[in-house]
Structures are given as C-alpha cells and as structure tokens.
Nanobody, 122 residues
C-alpha cells in the first residue's frame, strides 16, 4: 500500500522560509511524478508544484513561481518543497500527492499524504 509521509511544516514570519519533505513508500511500480497541493480554511485544495520523476521537469502555480522550488531525491523516493519569501496568503495545510506529468503539466493521482500545516504571519 502506498504511503506518503510529509514533514517540515511550521510557523514563520512573513518573508521567512520553510522546507517540506514527502517520503513515498510501498510503491511497487515506477514513480511517475509527485506534487504538492495546499488547502486554506474555507477554500478548495489547489495545486502548488509538481515534478516528473525521471526527467525532473517541473510545474508551478503562478502564485508561487519564483518563490517555491520543488525537487526530488530518487534514491530516497522523497520530494521536497523549498518555500522562500513566504506570505500570509501561503498559510494552508500542504499535501503531498502521487500523480503523473504530461506536456508540462502535473495531474494529481489518488494517493495523498496526511498534510502538514504551514503558517506565515505578518
């Protein structure tokens, strides 16, 4: 059974940085892509960033381009999200996802992590 375990959330002042990690286990087939989504209170879950596993192609939401960086460690089967210049509007629960990557876009799959809280205060 696929498990995605996130870590690295927390609280920072606006302008600060955090690094999220998501380790995948129980994957019996080759990984295609992994991504990050977030959900703020009262809002729908939204795409943040995604990365193709073999090539390392990336995709980002416009709201985080230039501030967030997604990367992966193929040996550890872990994906990271480096978040810099955090803003109060980045405050949300961040979820890791196992999906696919086609034509420069990330498509979510059915496997999700438990979520980790990120809070950026002004």
């Amino acid at each position: 059974q696929v498990q995605l375990v996130e870590s690295g959330g927390g609280s920072v002042q606006a302008g600060g940085s955090l690094r999220l990690s998501c380790a995948a286990s129980g994957v019996t087939f080759g990984l295609s892509a992994m991504g990050w989504f977030r959900q703020a209170p009262g809002k729908e879950r939204e795409f943040v960033a995604g990365i193709s596993w073999s090539v390392g192609s990336t995709a980002y939401a416009d709201s985080v381009k230039g501030r967030f960086t997604i990367s992966r460690d193929m040996v550890k089967k872990t994906v990271y999200l480096q978040m810099d210049s955090l803003k109060p509007e980045d405050t949300a629960v961040y979820y890791c996802n196992l999906g696919t990557f086609r034509s420069g876009r990330y498509y979510s799959g059915s496997s999700w992590g438990q979520g980790t809280q990120v809070t950026a205060s002004s």
